[in-house]
């Protein structure tokens, strides 16, 4: 099995070291500890990251779909508002 260091793990996946820590902190990731107490990441460590990036991903794709439709809602309402207040 290869183990990846920190840094290396940051530059196949694009996410920022400090940020791959943080998510450890918070559990959502486990990296193995060897060699006095240093991270080491296996390839399924990796894969989960990418899960985190795409899911996040997602997740701001669906919030800004919301947002432009609740925008859309409010842009007809004033457009019936202005509409009533011409006639």
């Known amino acids: 099995m290869?183990?990846?260091r920190i840094s290396e793990v940051s530059r196949i996946t694009g996410v920022p070291a400090e940020t791959i820590r943080y998510w450890e902190k918070k559990g959502l990731i486990k990296p193995d500890r060897k060699y006095g107490d240093r991270r080491f990441y296996t390839y399924a460590?990796?894969?989960?990251?990418?899960q985190i990036i795409?899911?996040?991903s997602k997740l701001k794709v669906k919030s800004?779909?919301?947002i432009k439709?609740?925008?859309?809602e409010i842009l007809e309402v004033i457009?019936?508002?202005n509409r009533k207040?011409?006639?």
Do not use: C, G
Not at 45 to 50: A, E, P, Q, R
Not at 69 to 72: I, P, V
């Open 79 to 81: 457009k019936d508002v």
């Open 69 to 72: 439709e609740e925008l859309k």
């Open 2 to 4: 290869r183990y990846y």
């Open 85 to 87: 207040i011409v006639q």
């Open 45 to 50: 460590t990796i894969k989960k990251i990418i």
């Open 54 to 56: 795409e899911s996040r």
């Open 64 to 66: 800004y779909k919301t």
